[in-house]
Every structure is written in structure tokens, then in C-alpha cells.
């Protein structure tokens, strides 16, 4: 069987895009995903099953039985069938050749940086930016190769990190990127004029992988670093955390408190008041304020946060 268009994706944001493209540009003729059975071996922040597409839209939904694609299922199916163009959304791990060979007008998915590919490649683009206090994100659309993030780039849009975004706020931001930058391609496409430009000047740069542990928060690191850690890796992501009376402390949200209170009767990461159920705690040069946290123990002043 032939299909014209397919959308690779794992996750509540390649539902959207999807459910975005489907209704509003042209059908989606196949979906292709992993089985929940993968999650075994793979870590996916914001997993979501797709196979509910085909109930609600009719869209074939393929699921495959391994997220590099190597299983035999996978492999069987790409050779029976044919392609035209593909959109990843959401997958999180290179597309093997023997796939990519498959599409007649090939495989292209997203990568931002503050900078330009192949600057900036790598994992968790996004976050990193928070956390890195990167003030704006140039989100590529790129044609796939077997390397990870080459400078294939079909377009480009650019949108701001303000120092009120949290990494699922500019996860909003980033999607109504993609789904300008996916109109662009589809029209292209439609038209027979998709055009890649490779001649980038920037030089190679990478974003390391982040896990689960690099949340930890060190309260002898200045307010804002903080700050930009725990709002660059919130919800739908594990979260930043500190430990206190052998508990992890699992911290969602907080904002610069102050910097000019003389708090040198405290050690960072001492708890100095409460108000609201909303702990105030020392950094090295200044507080911050815990809007939002998760402990089998509510803090207390006096609380010491390591």
C-alpha cells in the first residue's frame, strides 16, 4: 500500500500535530508509533498512545516493537509498503536509513537552539534553553539523515524565552512554530517545490542528555540558575527536586523572591518563613519563592533543603 502521508510520534504533542494537520490541511494517511510495551526500556516524558487516532479519525495507526525501529515487524512492513513524505513529532531517536530510504520526498522533523544548526544539536533542546537562560529558540525544520540534527533545513521561525515561560509554555510556543513550519512544507510539497538548504557556516555544538538526576538543585548556585532549572524541566518532564529530612522534595514551581533582605542568618537552601504554605528559601544571593511542591512531609521554617 502507498502512503502519501505519514506523522512519526509518541507523545500528547504528535497527537496534536496530527489532529492539527488532519483537520486542517490535508489527511494523514498513517501514523507510526511505539507499543507501550517499549517504555520498558525507554524513558518517554509525555507518552501518549496513538492508537486512539484511528478511532477518531479513521487514521491507520502502526505501532512498532522497537523505538529504533528495528524490530522485524517494523522491517517487514517497510519493505510491503511505499512512501511519500514523512513528519516526526515527538520521537525521540534517530530514524534508521533503510527508513529514511523509503520516502520518496523524505523524513523531516524539529531541532531548535538559540543559535543555527548544526550549533545547538543534541538532546533536550528545549530544556537546555530554559536552563541555560537562552532568551530566544530558532526552531528548524530539517530533513532527516542518518546523523542526528543535520543542517538539511526546509525553514526556520524564531520565538522568544521570556522569564515567565516554563518549558511547557514554550512547548506552546514551539508548537504553533511547527505548525507554521508544517503548513510551509505541506504547500511545498502539494506544489512539488520542497527546496533543503545545506550550506550552513555554523559550527557543531551539543546538548548532552539529561535524566531524571540532573534535577537536583544546588542551593549554592545563584537565584537565577535555579530558577531557570526547575521552570526548564516542570511538568511534562520528571521535575527539579532537593532532599530534606531524608525526603525527596520534588519542586514544580518558584519565582526570585528577593535579593536585598538580610538573610545572613541563614544557610542556602534554609527555609526562613512560610506564608500561604509557600516556603521562602535562602539562595547565595538572595531567596526564592516554592509556589508548588510535592513532599510526604510539609516543610517547615528551619528546614534545610539539600
Not at 505501532?63 to 515487524?73: G, I, P, Q, R, V
Request: net charge negative.
Amino acid at each position: 500500500m502507498n502512503y502519501n502521508l505519514v506523522v512519526f510520534g509518541v507523545k500528547d504533542t504528535s497527537e496534536t500535530i496530527v489532529e492539527f494537520i488532519h483537520n486542517n490541511i490535508r489527511p494523514v494517511d498513517l501514523v507510526i508509533t511505539i507499543n507501550s510495551a517499549v517504555l520498558k526500556k525507554n524513558q518517554v516524558s509525555g507518552y501518549k498512545g496513538l492508537s486512539v487516532l484511528t478511532d477518531r479519525y479513521g487514521i491507520p495507526v502502526f505501532e512498532a516493537d522497537s523505538y529504533f525501529l528495528t524490530d522485524e515487524k517494523t522491517r517487514t512492513f517497510m519493505e510491503e509498503n511505499t512512501f511519500e513524505l514523512a513528519i516526526s513529532m515527538g520521537w525521540q531517536r534517530l530514524i534508521p536509513k533503510y527508513v529514511l530510504d523509503k520516502f520518496v520526498y523524505g523524513v523531516y522533523g524539529f531541532h531548535g537552539n538559540s543559535g543555527y544548526l548544526p550549533f545547538g544539536r543534541g538532546r533536550s533542546p528545549l530544556n537546555w534553553s530554559i536552563i541555560l537562560g537562552d532568551t530566544r529558540f530558532n526552531l528548524n525544520l530539517f530533513r532527516y539523515d542518518e546523523k542526528a540534527d543535520s543542517p538539511n533545513v526546509f525553514a526556520t521561525e524564531m520565538f522568544s524565552i521570556t522569564p515567565y515561560d516554563n518549558i511547557r509554555t514554550a512547548q506552546y510556543k514551539n508548537m504553533i512554530c511547527s505548525k507554521n513550519l508544517i503548513r510551509k512544507l505541506l504547500t511545498a510539497y502539494q506544489e512539488g517545490t520542497i527546496t533543503v538548504r545545506t550550506d550552513s557556516k555554523d559550527f557543531d555544538s551539543w546538548y548532552g542528555k539529561r535524566t531524571a538526576a540532573d534535577g537536583k538543585i544546588d542551593f549554592h548556585e545563584r537565584t537565577r540558575t535555579i530558577y531557570n532549572l526547575v521552570r526548564g524541566v516542570s511538568e511534562p518532564f520528571p521535575g527539579a527536586f532537593a532532599i530534606c529530612r531524608g525526603q525527596t522534595v520534588r519542586i514544580w514551581e518558584v519565582h526570585p523572591f528577593d535579593e536585598m533582605i538580610d538573610f545572613s542568618a541563614y544557610m542556602p537552601g534554609e527555609i526562613v518563613d512560610i506564608f500561604d504554605q509557600k516556603p521562602i528559601v535562602r539562595t547565595v544571593d538572595g531567596s526564592l519563592l516554592i509556589e508548588r511542591y510535592e513532599c510526604e512531609v510539609p516543610l517547615a521554617v528551619g528546614d534545610i533543603l539539600e
